[in-house]
T-cell receptor
Framework: RKEVEQDPGPFNVPEGATVAFNCTYSNSASQSFFWYRQDCRKEPKLLMSVYSSGNEDGRFTAQLNRASQYISLLIRDSKLSDSATYLCVSYNYQLIWGAGTKLIIKP | NAGVTQTPKFRILKIGQSMTLQCAQDMNHNYMYWYRQDPGMGLKLIYYSVGAGITDKGEVPNGYNVSRSTTEDFPLRLELAAPSQTSVYFC?????????FGPGTRLTVL
């Protein structure tokens, strides 16, 4: 079993839709969690950290459920510019990366 | 500030050749990392360094070597390149949480 697992995707959604990404992690000792965004043929960049209380940054909301070892990312009112691959990452002295879920926003 | 720079951007190697991927940072971070990313996969840690003179193996170190003589530079050496090393290589710097990545080196071994 992979340490961090994500929906394989791709997700094809119309502009303006709400998109939800799911992620599970196997190491209960993982201390922190993050969502990174990676544009095609580019390097990953931090999108947001994930806190147990849930956190929001504009149209993006991240949630962590430690009991279920589950992380989510919600994008509301999706834009064409949101098209990218979204990587779920856990941290336990090292970053452990999910394979990513590709999102394609259609006009 | 350039952040994290990597050279070359692209390289094609023949089986058995060697090369060094260069990485430099001007962010004054102690931690530096080398990852590889195969198509459709997440990043795999090759080597990392917590400071000048200190390096350690990551998840997939076989076939690679690193050195860290300065805070700024963290080169990755491939000896005897194999087709399985065809990948995109990312250098990164930062602390335990947010990491800042270079633009990557696309390596093909034929």
């Amino acid at each position: 079993r992979k340490e961090v697992e994500q929906d394989p995707g791709p997700f094809n959604v119309p502009e303006g839709a709400t998109v939800a990404f799911n992620c599970t992690y196997s190491n209960s000792a993982s201390q922190s969690f993050f969502w990174y965004r990676q544009d095609c043929r580019k390097e990953p960049k931090l999108l947001m950290s994930v806190y147990s209380s849930g956190n929001e940054d504009g149209r993006f909301t991240a949630q962590l459920n430690r009991a279920s070892q589950y992380i989510s990312l919600l994008i509301r009112d999706s834009k064409l510019s949101d098209s990218a691959t979204y990587l779920c990452v856990s941290y336990n002295y090292q970053l452990i990366w999910g394979a990513g879920t590709k999102l394609i926003i259609k006009p | 500030n350039a952040g994290v720079t990597q050279t070359p951007k692209f390289r094609i190697l023949k089986i058995g050749q060697s090369m060094t991927l260069q990485c430099a940072q001007d962010m004054n971070h102690n931690y530096m990392y080398w990852y590889r990313q195969d198509p459709g996969m997440g990043l795999k840690l090759i080597y990392y360094s917590v400071g000048a003179g200190i390096t350690d193996k990551g998840e997939v170190p076989n076939g690679y070597n690193v050195s860290r003589s300065t805070t700024e530079d963290f080169p990755l050496r491939l000896e005897l390149a194999a087709p399985s090393q065809t990948s995109v290589y990312f250098c990164a710097t930062g602390g335990g949480s947010e990491q800042f990545f270079g633009p990557g080196t696309r390596l093909t071994v034929l």
